[in-house]
């Protein structure tokens, strides 16, 4: 069931902000979403009928939420120590991760919450495990990684990428990967931690696509670190992407090979983490007000 069972019916604060790209058709559009009563908000995930799943912080801590149709629904693993959302598939099954104390060690777990029913989602003999997006089909991929020591710290030589079938069948990319996005004809798309053999050294985070199999390595234009974190069905890929210097984070869009830069007018930095089979992106900012979430429609309106 869900964890907390608190609910809230409110309306969402709306502002509209212009936005600044490379190349742009569109007059794309921002929503900012906060969960009420929060000190930080975090849009995680998105599907076509608009919902949106995240976490937010409060007093007690973090929890993972779901907004659909203008209401609020907070949850928690039972007996976390925090929860997030991370991604929603067409028919509002959603997938995240928990924290966990067995008394020894911290630990991150995953979980599929459907119908209200909480289930538990794990790579076999892996220690940590986070789900981040659920495909239409019940495709989940993520990452799985060991701790350096018992309080949690990531051994990142541990850290693989994985995509688990409905069947629970998992495979999983090369070390020091983490699979951030799938769509319906299985393409994946995530990032690695380091420099790709054959790759110039000077970039520290690169981006891949998996399709048929097959890796393809990308950065945005001059990039220093670029950050993939989710793939529609038409092909869009979106994540982040910042220079050496500053190391402020901007959003992008790459399609059919061509790059747009946004960013949240009046963000320090900006976090695109999900999108719709629409092309409507879902993430968050830091502001001096702290975290925000926030949808962005490049659709025109009707």
């Not at 794309?28 to 930080?40: E, L, V």
């Given at each position: 069931?869900?964890?907390?069972?608190?609910?809230?019916?409110?309306?969402?604060?709306?502002?509209?902000?212009?936005?600044?790209?490379?190349?742009?058709?569109?007059?794309?559009?921002?929503?900012?979403?906060?969960?009420?009563?929060?000190?930080?908000?975090?849009?995680?995930?998105?599907?076509?009928?608009?919902?949106?799943?995240?976490?937010?912080?409060?007093?007690?801590?973090?929890?993972?939420?779901?907004?659909?149709?203008?209401?609020?629904?907070?949850?928690?693993?039972?007996?976390?120590?925090?929860?997030?959302a991370y991604g929603v598939n067409p028919r509002g099954d959603i997938v995240g991760q928990y924290g966990w104390f067995d008394g020894i060690a911290y630990t991150t777990q995953g979980f599929l919450?459907?119908?209200?029913?909480?289930?538990?989602?794990?790579?076999?003999?892996?220690?940590?495990?986070?789900?981040?997006?659920?495909?239409?089909?019940?495709?989940?991929?993520?990452?799985?990684?060991?701790?350096?020591?018992?309080?949690?710290?990531?051994?990142?030589?541990?850290?693989?990428?994985?995509?688990?079938?409905?069947?629970?069948?998992?495979?999983?990319?090369?070390?020091?990967?983490?699979?951030?996005?799938?769509?319906?004809?299985?393409?994946?798309?995530?990032?690695?931690?380091?420099?790709?053999?054959?790759?110039?050294?000077?970039?520290?985070?690169?981006?891949?696509?998996?399709?048929?199999?097959?890796?393809?390595?990308?950065?945005?234009?001059?990039?220093?670190?670029?950050?993939?974190?989710?793939?529609?069905?038409?092909?869009?890929?979106?994540?982040?992407?910042?220079?050496?210097?500053?190391?402020?984070?901007?959003?992008?869009?790459?399609?059919?090979?061509?790059?747009?830069?946004?960013?949240?007018?009046?963000?320090?930095?900006?976090?695109?983490?999900?999108?719709?089979?629409?092309?409507?992106?879902?993430?968050?900012?830091?502001a001096s007000t702290g975290y925000h979430g926030f949808l962005l429609s490049r659709r025109e309106p009707e």
């Open positions: 069931m869900l964890g907390s069972k608190r609910y809230w019916f409110i309306s969402i604060v709306v502002c509209l902000f212009a936005f600044t790209s490379i190349a742009v058709a569109k007059t794309p559009r921002f929503t900012t979403i906060d969960y009420p009563g929060a000190i930080n908000t975090y849009i995680l995930g998105t599907n076509p009928a608009g919902d949106v799943v995240g976490a937010y912080d409060d007093l007690l801590g973090q929890h993972g939420f779901a907004l659909r149709n203008g209401t609020f629904i907070s949850f928690d693993w039972p007996g976390a120590l925090w929860t997030n919450l459907r119908d209200g029913i909480f289930y538990t989602v794990a790579v076999p003999g892996q220690q940590n495990n986070t789900p981040f997006k659920i495909g239409p089909d019940g495709t989940i991929v993520g990452c799985n990684h060991h701790n350096v020591n018992n309080l949690g710290g990531t051994d990142l030589n541990s850290m693989m990428g994985f995509s688990m079938d409905v069947a629970g069948v998992t495979n999983q990319t090369m070390s020091r990967s983490m699979n951030l996005g799938v769509n319906p004809a299985g393409d994946v798309v995530g990032y690695y931690f380091g420099t790709p053999s054959g790759a110039p050294s000077s970039r520290a985070e690169w981006s891949y696509l998996i399709r048929n199999g097959e890796f393809s390595w990308f950065q945005f234009p001059g990039a220093f670190a670029t950050l993939a974190t989710d793939i529609s069905p038409t092909g869009m890929i979106v994540g982040r992407y910042r220079l050496a210097t500053p190391a402020t984070l901007h959003g992008f869009v790459m399609e059919n090979g061509e790059f747009e830069s946004f960013d949240v007018p009046g963000a320090t930095h900006t976090y695109p983490f999900s999108v719709s089979a629409t092309g409507d992106i879902a993430g968050y900012y830091l």
